[in-house]
């Protein structure tokens, strides 16, 4: 079934130690993107790709980065992580063209202790 | 870029009644505007969408209104149920076909 697929779903890590995020859709997309989510909170736009070797940062900064070799895989890494990293991380992605629905995944909860 | 701007944060109804949800956006060139449900611990789900050539839209007891002029839309969703009980985002598009969304609103259905 074409889904968008993140793991893992629940991470605890210490302070830092370099993590990265998976995501994978069989959805056929080019466009995905990465939000950040504290708890029935605001959806921030951190990254988002718009096909292979594209990526951009979002309106919200984050120092995490990102990379897409491949079409349906788009990975987020942070390098070292701190304790203000905690928060929820949700990838989606879209069909080409502007005015498309998004797919989210059904996130990465990350813990910084 | 693209600013959108969500209200109530809370609301809270009794079982059947109406409730309404109000964004506005900034960038007078945005021309999709989503509404998502994320019920606790799920991911959010799209539950309706209108497109700017379009003032209003209906699909069973939930419906979108958009006024370009004024740049903002509502939700409206009647005959509310408990099943309704979840966080509401409203997004817009801006250019490129990035969303940004609204801070969302955390409905409460009580029976």
């Known amino acids: 079934e074409a889904d968008i697929y993140q793991t893992p779903r629940y991470l605890v890590i210490g302070t830092g130690k370099k993590i990265t995020l998976e995501c994978s859709q069989t959805?056929?997309?080019?466009?995905m993107y990465w939000y950040q989510q504290d708890p029935g909170m605001e959806l921030h736009l951190i990254h988002y790709?718009?096909?292979?070797?594209?990526?951009e940062k979002g309106d919200l900064s984050s120092e995490s980065t990102v990379s897409r070799i491949r079409t349906e895989h788009f990975p987020l890494t942070l390098e070292s992580a701190r304790p203000s990293h905690t928060s929820q991380y949700l990838c989606?992605?879209?069909?080409?063209?502007?005015?498309?629905?998004?797919?989210f995944g059904s996130g990465t909860q990350l813990s910084v202790l | 870029g693209e600013n959108v701007e969500q209200h109530p944060s809370t609301l809270s109804v009794q079982e059947g009644d109406s409730a309404v949800i109000k964004c506005t956006y900034s960038?007078?060139?945005?021309?999709?505007f989503p509404w998502y449900k994320q019920e606790l611990g799920k991911r959010p789900q799209l539950i309706i969408d209108i497109r700017s050539n379009v003032g209003e839209k209906k699909d069973q007891r939930i419906a979108v209104t958009l006024n370009k002029t004024a740049k903002h839309f509502s939700l409206h969703i009647t005959e509310t149920q408990p099943e309704d009980s979840a966080v509401y985002f409203c997004a817009a598009s801006s250019q490129g076909g990035k969303l940004i969304f609204g801070q969302g609103t955390e409905l409460s259905v009580k029976p």
């Open positions: 960038d007078s060139a945005s021309n999709y």
């Open positions: 959805m056929g997309h080019d466009k």
């Open positions: 790709s718009y096909g292979v070797n594209s990526t």
């Open positions: 989606a992605s879209s069909e080409e063209g502007q005015g498309r629905k998004l797919f």
